[in-house]
């Protein structure tokens, strides 16, 4: 009896165990993404540099720019001019600082629209994020600064009124650099947040991509309702420029591309190479900002 009644409690626990492991797991986040055309790379440049920056920007690739306001963006008292530069291949969300910028802002790399910025905070926290600045209303919305594992900040973004943009062309694709002792639980929370997916995983990219020709190194892709993003995992030995371009632009032809870049005072910082299906070059604009510019390679 004593044996039967030790074997039926076992039983019994296990039983109970099955539910409890099956519900352990966090219910599902909710979907706060819009659109990748309301996403954008945040670019700070001297104000002197405003004019010259969207000038080459837009002659490279096309597009046009909102008007220019002079406004408060932080949650304390500071002056920047501000505009989008919407393109077929991606936006910019372009500030001249006029006065010194507050910590920790021009440290995001990318603004994200959202549809609710207090569900969107909070499913962020959920899914691993600190929050750097809470949230704050802005001349149009409100907006909030996250960081995720291995030091990525962002801005979150909810707009008053709802707006209406035209799909891009090409979608554009964040560059994120990362180590590998925090890619793992990087991947995992940003694929939770943004409900997004892995669309690959390369534990032997060509080096050529982050400036080591005779190395490898690991890629993952990620795709969501934000739009893409490639995750460079790297011991952080990197040759200047690689880190600081913070957004992957695809055109059609990257030639044709790039003379315009040229005949608008863009300089290439990497010359054209081809990797990954794909002819690519890295320049730097009037002002400073570094980007990366690609076409599929025939």
């Known amino acids: 009896m004593r044996i039967r009644s030790y074997a039926a409690a076992l039983l ?36 002197e540099d405003v004019d010259k920056f969207v000038a080459s920007f ?118 994120v650099y990362v180590s590998a002792h925090k890619v793992k639980e990087f991947v995992k929370d940003w694929v939770a947040f943004s409900h997004g997916k892995v669309v690959s995983d390369d534990a032997k990219a060509p080096g050529v991509e982050i400036g080591h020709p005779n190395d490898t190194y690991r890629r993952v892709r990620i795709e969501s309702a934000f739009g893409k993003m490639t995750v460079l995992v790297t011991d952080g030995h990197l040759p200047w420029p690689y880190g600081r371009e913070m957004t992957g632009y695809e055109v059609k032809n990257l030639d044709e591309t790039l003379a315009k870049a040229k005949a608008a005072g863009v300089t290439v910082v990497v010359e054209p190479y081809t990797a990954d299906h794909r002819k690519a070059v890295v320049v730097q604009f009037p002002g400073g900002y570094i980007a990366e510019i690609h076409s599929t390679a025939s």
């Open 12 to 47: 019994m626990g296990a039983c109970l165990a099955l539910p409890l492991a099956a519900h352990a797991a966090a219910p599902a986040s909710p979907a706060i993404a819009v659109a990748p055309q309301y996403d954008t790379t945040h670019v700070y440049v001297a104000v």
């Open 58 to 175: 837009l002659a490279t690739f096309g597009g046009q720019s909102t008007k220019q306001v002079v406004a408060t963006v932080t949650p304390t008292p500071s002056s920047t001019t501000s505009q989008l530069l919407q393109t077929p291949v991606g936006t910019v969300s372009l500030f001249g600082f006029k006065t010194p910028v507050p910590y920790p802002f021009g440290a995001e790399r990318t603004g994200y629209l959202v549809t609710d910025m207090d569900v969107a905070t909070k499913a962020a926290v959920a899914a691993g994020a600190d929050v750097l600045v809470e949230p704050f209303p802005d001349p149009i919305g409100r907006d909030t600064v996250i960081q995720w594992p291995g030091g990525v900040n962002m801005q979150l973004y909810w707009h008053t009124t709802t707006p209406n943009y035209t799909a891009f062309e090409t979608v554009p694709e964040n560059r």
